[in-house]
């Protein structure tokens, strides 16, 4: 049976690709030395001098292999834990002190053979220990229980057994018994074999994430039983030699200066973890840079180091700088997010290399970042400029080089500068506000410009404030119509669609533009409500129209429709809903988005594109030619056609090189099979041009404004529609 054992564990690797191989390889040696050791056994038990130790030198060795080995099974795993290690030396003290006070030290006291001899036979059973010992720890690294560790556990609680019969007869006065004595060990072998066979074998060295240690009931049954040891042993030594009670006193030192250590390291690996928990809680994972908890904090702090009151410009006041990167999208569009997150990360190494200590510099959002320091406004002033040259200088991103600006905004608390509220106690969530703001003031005026708060943008965002205030009473109340301007075919003048644009007009600050509020609506999110009523009233038109056969099949009327509407991914249910209510075919309806959409595109907006799409209702790029205008994003997008700024048409007749680009459109959108549409004509000049450029249909003030429905009705449905057919069928029959 051992030579089958040993035999099989040579094997497991190769049968199993069971790895690494040396736990193996050793654990088979083990297994030969206790054979080698089992043969020598009744002859060496025999002898006298060094002769009686020939069994045990095979033995000893055979255990010291196997706990190699099983520590090659640990490591390969999870490598062994301090808590593991301290918990099993605790078991081994408290076996140790057992077997050597119960089995060891009465078996030496025998007369007539020779000492050693019976002292190992009483250890042997502490040897076992360890390796149940290794073996649990293996245990507690691993949640499942396979075949071969139940089969591996088992071989070695039967050499325990077995070993603790022997330390018993042996102090009792003997080294060899019955042989009823071996079974156990006969089913050690067995049980080893067996496990090295199984196929799950290959799992017990595979490495795994540590399960997180809590201080189980199980650890509890292993450890508690090991702590009572000395004392349950003092009665037993009580009467017996000073030799066992310097033996027991040294072992309860061992076990209280282990306990001690377990409670050290308790100690110290909770309060690092809570230091790194600490650290995850204020620090952005990815540059390592605070985060906007830790900055706040910061802010806060530096505040309470200045006068309340506003500083005179000349003094130290508190700076905060907000930083927000130009085109970040773009890149990540591009090269995709590994390529965006290593150009956050050297951005972060930049910042941090160019602002002095012991200024804060904290990542906030996505590619948002935040400068807090203490000093002057020249300083601060001399920083930032430092920071844009340094931001500017290309990065190597993926195999390009890419140029990033940021754009900054500035706020300190100066009296000069800055006219924080003086009635309110400033605080840093205002700062931070203040200096966002100003960020967005500077982002708006172009790229990479760097923007100092002031006043009147607080104005501003009270008035935008009050704005989205009002357009929502405004949408309660009803207080919000459309118009609608004509789209016609350019040769002929003739009808073909028309575009909703909405209207507001506020009791108190009269009409308002949809240009100033659909950013403040898109803004607080009012959008979608606002979108939804603008779809539910256009197709409500669309349908009268219809009913009344104002206006044919082909007619179609375009929406406009938000980036943010797009982000909604009930979006495409609520048009089909919307059609189906109304009964207006798909096909009369274009949906105008814009460049943006296509540019900022998120996998919830490219799914809603395509929705909308496979519903059926056209969609067209709306202000064609003022964002990035990439045949790219035409093509990998379900678009149907592109209206041409109006932007490029103004130059029309006087401008060559508009004349350029509205070509390039031209021919791009033939090759791709868009539609165009010419928006903003004014002039019979522009139309010409136009319509020598191959675009065939306009839209603009040469033709209308946009008007209400009403005048749209009488104007260019009943008006006119109807009168050209009727003569055009006169002309057909005659
Ligand atoms: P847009 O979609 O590009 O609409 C065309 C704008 O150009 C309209 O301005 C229209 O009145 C104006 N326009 C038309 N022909 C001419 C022309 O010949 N010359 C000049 N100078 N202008 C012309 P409006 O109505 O002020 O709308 C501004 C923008 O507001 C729209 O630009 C659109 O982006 C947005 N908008 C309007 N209605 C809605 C809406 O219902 N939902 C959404 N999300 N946005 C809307
Ligand atoms: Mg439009
Ligand atoms: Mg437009």
Redesign the pocket.
């Known amino acids: 049976m051992a030579l089958a054992a040993v035999a099989a564990t040579l094997a497991a690797p190769r049968l199993h690709r069971a790895t690494p191989h040396h736990p193996w390889y050793l654990l088979g040696a083990a297994g030969a030395m206790f054979l080698v050791g089992a043969l020598l056994r009744p002859w060496s038990v025999e002898r006298t001098g060094w002769q009686a130790l020939l069994g045990d030198a095979f033995t000893v060795p055979g255990y010291l292999l196997m706990a190699l080995s099983l520590a090659g099974l640990l490591l390969a795993r999870s490598g062994i834990q301090r808590h593991a290690l301290i918990d099993g030396l605790i078991v081994c003290v408290g076996a140790a002190l057992a077997t050597t006070l119960l089995l060891a030290m009465p078996a030496a006291a025998i007369d007539g053979r020779p000492q050693v001899v019976s002292v190992l036979a009483g250890l042997y059973p502490l040897f076992d220990v360890v390796l149940v010992l290794l073996l649990v720890s293996l245990a507690f690294t691993t949640t499942g229980r396979r075949p071969a560790y139940v089969l591996l556990l088992c071989g070695i609680l039967l050499l325990l057994a077995g070993d603790l019969a022997y330390a018993i007869i042996g102090a009792a006065g003997h080294l060899t018994g019955g042989r009823i004595i071996d079974v156990p060990f006969l089913l050690s072998c067995t049980a080893i074999g067996a496990a090295a066979l199984h196929p799950s074998v290959a799992g017990l060295s595979r490495a795994a994430a540590v399960p997180v240690q809590t201080w189980s009931a199980r650890r509890l049954l292993v450890i508690v039983p090991a702590m009572v040891v000395p004392f349950a042993l003092i009665p037993i030594v009580a009467h017996k030699g000073t030799v066992e009670r310097i033996v027991l006193t040294a072992g309860g030192v061992a076990m209280v200066a282990l306990l001690f250590a377990r409670a050290v390291a308790a100690v110290r690996d909770y309060a690092a973890a809570q230091l790194r928990s600490e650290h995850q809680a204020t620090h952005d994972p990815l540059t390592g840079l605070p985060n906007r908890l830790m900055l706040a904090r910061e802010i806060s702090r530096l505040l309470s180091t200045v006068p309340p009151a506003q500083t005179p410009s000349a003094e130290p006041a508190v700076w905060v700088l907000f930083l927000d990167l130009d085109g970040f999208k773009l890149v990540n569009d591009s090269w995709g997010h590994e390529a965006g997150d290593h150009l956050l990360v050297e951005v972060a190494r930049r910042l941090r290399d160019t602002v002095p200590e012991p200024a804060m510099v904290a990542r906030v959002g996505g590619d948002e970042f935040v400068v807090a320091r203490l000093g002057t406004r020249q300083e601060t002033v001399t920083l930032v400029e430092r920071i844009m040259e340094r931001l500017s200088a290309p990065v190597q991103v993926s195999s390009a080089e890419v140029v990033i600006t940021p754009s900054i905004g500035v706020v300190g608390t100066t009296a000069g500068m800055a006219p924080v509220p003086a009635v309110a106690a400033v605080t840093a969530e205002a700062l931070m506000r203040d200096a966002d703001t100003a960020m967005y003031r500077a982002k708006s005026d172009g790229r990479g410009r760097w923007t100092e708060f002031d006043a009147s943008m607080h104005e501003r965002v009270r008035e935008r404030v009050e704005i989205e205030l009002a357009l929502r009473q405004a949408l309660a109340t009803g207080q919000l119509h459309?118009?609608y301007?004509p789209i016609v075919e350019l040769a002929s003048g003739k009808l073909v669609g028309a575009?909703?644009?909405?209207?507001w007009s506020d009791p108190v600050r009269g009409p308002i533009?949809?240009?100033v509020f659909?950013p403040i609506a898109e803004d607080s999110g009012l959008?979608a409500a606002?979108?939804r009523w603008?779809l539910d009233e256009t197709l409500r038109q669309v349908a009268a129209w219809r009913a009344d056969e104002l206006v044919g099949e082909d007619f179609w009327v375009s929406?406009?429709?938000?980036p943010r509407?797009l982000r909604d991914p009930t979006l495409p249910g609520k048009v089909s809903e919307a059609l189906e209510r109304w009964d207006v075919p798909q096909s009369s309806v274009v949906l105008?988005i814009?460049e943006s959409v296509m540019i900022d595109a998120s996998t919830v907006t490219d799914q809603v594109l395509f929705d909308l799409r496979r519903l059926g209702v056209k969609m067209v790029v709306?202000?064609f030619g003022t964002g990035f205008s990439a045949l790219g994003y035409l093509r990998r997008h379900p678009v149907t056609g592109v209206?041409i700024?109006?932007s490029f048409v103004d130059g029309l007749g006087t401008d060559a090189e508009d004349e350029e680009i509205v070509r390039a459109v031209v021919a791009m959108s033939t090759a791709l099979k868009l539609t165009v549409v010419a928006?903003?004509?004014?002039t019979p000049a522009q139309q010409d041009v136009l319509s020598a450029l191959g675009v065939t249909v306009g839209?603009?003030?040469?033709w209308s404004?946009?008007v209400s429905a009403e005048e749209f009705t009488e104007r260019w449905l009943v008006a006119l529609a109807v009168v050209p057919e009727s003569t055009q069928d006169a002309a057909g029959s005659s």
């Open positions: 459309l118009a301007q575009e909703a644009l909405i209207r533009s949809p240009a659909i959008i606002i979108g603008v929406v406009n429709v938000s509407q105008e814009t709306d202000d209206k700024d109006r928006e903003g004509v004014e839209q603009g003030h040469l404004v946009p």
